[in-house]
């Protein structure tokens, strides 16, 4: 089992700056994709960025320029720096380790742009 937990999320003016954090609760990113969605009201999930065993990344092109996915393999931790943040970046943002055997998320974390 992997838990893993975010934080960082909150409010934030149109053009700001958040850092989102999810914490692992062992050493992972060895054997899992590290992966950020998000959700909207009213929308389904959808991937935003990921990074994997080999660091490769994957931005979705709606945050391609603005986001970058980092980790900490020291600290088992995986971020999402967010810059020109936009009312559309708005949603609810998940965490998630992902292998062919197992999937895990967190509990997600409120992400509001807004003036």
């Known amino acids: 089992q992997v838990q893993l937990v975010e934080s960082g999320g909150g409010l934030v003016q149109p053009g700001g700056s958040l850092r989102l954090s999810c914490a692992a609760s062992?050493?992972?990113?060895?054997?899992?994709?590290m992966r950020w969605y998000r959700q909207a009201p009213g929308k389904q999930r959808e991937l935003v960025a990921s990074?994997?065993?080999?660091?490769?990344?994957y931005y979705a092109d709606s945050v391609k320029g603005r986001f970058t996915i980092s980790r900490d393999n020291a600290k088992n931790m995986v971020y999402l720096q967010m810059n020109s943040l936009k009312p559309e970046d708005t949603a609810v943002y998940y965490c998630?380790?992902?292998?062919?055997?197992?999937?895990?998320w967190g509990q997600g974390t409120q992400v509001t742009v807004s003036s």
């Open positions: 062992r050493s992972i990113f060895s054997i899992y994709s």
């Open positions: 990074v994997s065993q080999t660091d490769t990344t």
């Open positions: 998630n380790a992902w292998s062919q055997s197992a999937n895990y």
